[in-house]
């Protein structure tokens, strides 16, 4: 069933949340008006709340500091209107074409692995190849809810067979920097925190600085993979589901890591997943 999320009301005015959501994109009100097309003046009164704002310049000024969707309703609300933007389950009629899709993308990606996370790093769904990466890790870290920073980065978790691990570690660390700074999301900070206290690798004396890519070097039976990463998000979404998956591909580094990838499927060692 579709549902209009439901965020907590907050105890701030719009006002003040806009002007947060501002001061963390390092925008002057000026900047921030030229953006939205509306006058200096009259934002300075709306983040102050001398100006009400109607539902349309909430939305307006929401686009411009790229606030997520989730915390536009957080916004609405704060304004005394309802939320605009529904959560819906994957497994939601309106969401079936996407489901179909992703399915589709994950099964086309093997032999290679590829997985479907949320916007807190959770697993949602993934192909056969990923049984490769997480092979070996502790089953408390397979629990569902799956998170995929815990399950790289903690010492029970795939972290032991990562070769270079301070610099894929350094990795994922600065990509969860760049969605807190995006999203501001409290539950992020904290997983931060946690994976912070892990036991930290001694640095690589000798990083590849010519390298273009950062690859995760993972060690598997017979062989040591190198293997990097792309993430492709879904563009334009009205739903905040749709707009917080993120479905990450892996790809063979080299002609060695792509033939022990293909002759493992060929032997049939992958199997369902997900």
């Not at 907050?10 to 953006?35: E, F, K, T």
């Not at 931060?192 to 001694?202: H, K, N």
């Given at each position: 069933m579709t549902t209009v999320s439901e965020p907590a009301?907050?105890?701030?005015?719009?006002?003040?949340?806009?002007?947060?959501?501002?001061?963390?994109?390092?925008?002057?009100?000026?900047?921030?008006?030229?953006?939205?097309?509306?006058s200096a003046r009259h934002l300075s009164f709306v983040e102050t709340g001398r100006s009400q704002p109607t539902?349309?310049?909430?939305?307006?000024?929401?686009?411009?500091?790229?606030?997520?969707?989730?915390?536009?309703?957080?916004?609405?609300?704060?304004?005394?209107?309802?939320?605009?933007?529904?959560?819906?389950?994957?497994?939601?009629?309106?969401?079936?074409?996407?489901?179909?899709?992703?399915?589709?993308?994950?099964?086309?990606?093997?032999?290679f692995p590829a997985a479907v996370i949320d916007g807190?790093?959770?697993?949602?769904?993934a192909n056969a190849a990923v049984d490769l990466l997480t092979g070996g890790a502790a089953p408390a870290l397979l629990e569902p809810p799956v998170n995929v920073l815990r399950l790289s980065l903690h010492p029970d978790g795939i972290a032991p067979r990562i070769v270079n691990l301070p610099e894929w570690r350094a990795h994922l660390l600065d990509r969860l920097d760049r969605d807190i700074t995006a999203t501001a999301d409290h539950?992020?900070?904290?997983?931060?925190?946690?994976?912070?206290?892990?036991?930290?690798?001694?640095?690589?004396?000798?990083?590849?600085?010519?390298?273009?890519?950062?690859?995760?070097?993972?060690?598997v039976p017979g062989a040591t993979l190198s293997l990097f990463s792309t993430t492709t998000v879904f563009g334009t979404p009205r739903d905040i589901t749709l707009a917080e998956l993120a479905i990450e591909s892996f790809y063979?580094?080299?002609?060695?890591?792509?033939?022990?990838?293909?002759?493992?499927?060929?032997?049939?060692?992958?199997?369902?997943?997900?």
């Open positions: 009301v907050s105890q701030q005015p719009v006002g003040h949340l806009l002007r947060d959501w501002r001061q963390r994109r390092r925008l002057s009100q000026l900047d921030l008006a030229l953006r939205a097309e509306i539902s349309d310049m909430i939305l307006r000024l929401a686009r411009q500091l790229e606030v997520p969707l989730r915390d536009r309703n957080v916004l609405l609300l704060a304004g005394g209107y309802a939320p605009a933007y529904p959560a819906s389950s994957l497994t939601d009629p309106p969401m079936s074409a996407v489901s179909d899709a992703i399915e589709r993308i994950l099964h086309a990606h093997e032999p807190r790093w959770d697993l949602i769904a539950a992020l900070i904290e997983l931060r925190d946690e994976l912070l206290a892990y036991p930290s690798p001694a640095a690589d004396p000798r990083p590849d600085t010519r390298a273009i890519l950062v690859p995760m070097k993972l060690r063979p580094a080299d002609q060695e890591s792509a033939r022990y990838l293909t002759e493992r499927s060929a032997t049939g060692h992958l199997r369902e997943h997900g």
